[in-house]
């Protein structure tokens, strides 16, 4: 059995990792600033509909309607960015150390390597 790991494999795959969380991190706060911005100008307008027509129930229906819809939408798709993104980083740190373990272990010792890894193949 193979049980050899070369150290520089886990130090390759470290920066993939800190860059994918300051993407994630600068997706979530420039998110949120277009969120907010987008609030404050429906609550703005709706402090004038308000001024104007002095009917708040009908108006405040409308604003909570899509503030709502524009909140929900916002964590709904970091949410999914987030976890696309996490599995993508999981992808690509997979499919470098099946290269290096397969450029490691060589042509000649990789199908007992699999054997021992997966079990023997079933033929049908």
Not at 6 to 33: H, N, V
Not at 73 to 93: D, H, I, M, T
């Amino acid at each position: 059995m193979v049980t050899e790991k070369p150290p520089a494999l886990d130090a390759l795959m470290k920066t993939d990792d800190i860059t994918a969380a300051q993407a994630d991190a600068s997706r979530w706060r420039y998110g949120f600033y277009v969120v907010l911005a987008g609030i404050i100008t429906i609550l703005i307008a709706f402090g004038a509909a308000v001024f104007a027509t002095r009917e708040f129930a009908s108006l405040f229906a409308g604003v909570a309607g899509v503030v709502g819809t524009i909140m929900g939408a916002y964590f709904g798709v970091q949410a999914g960015q987030s976890g696309k993104a996490r599995v993508e980083a999981e992808l690509a740190k997979s499919q470098e150390l099946v290269v290096r373990l397969a450029a490691y272990v060589g042509t000649e010792n990789a199908p007992r390597v699999i054997d021992e890894v997966l079990g023997r193949r079933r033929t049908p």
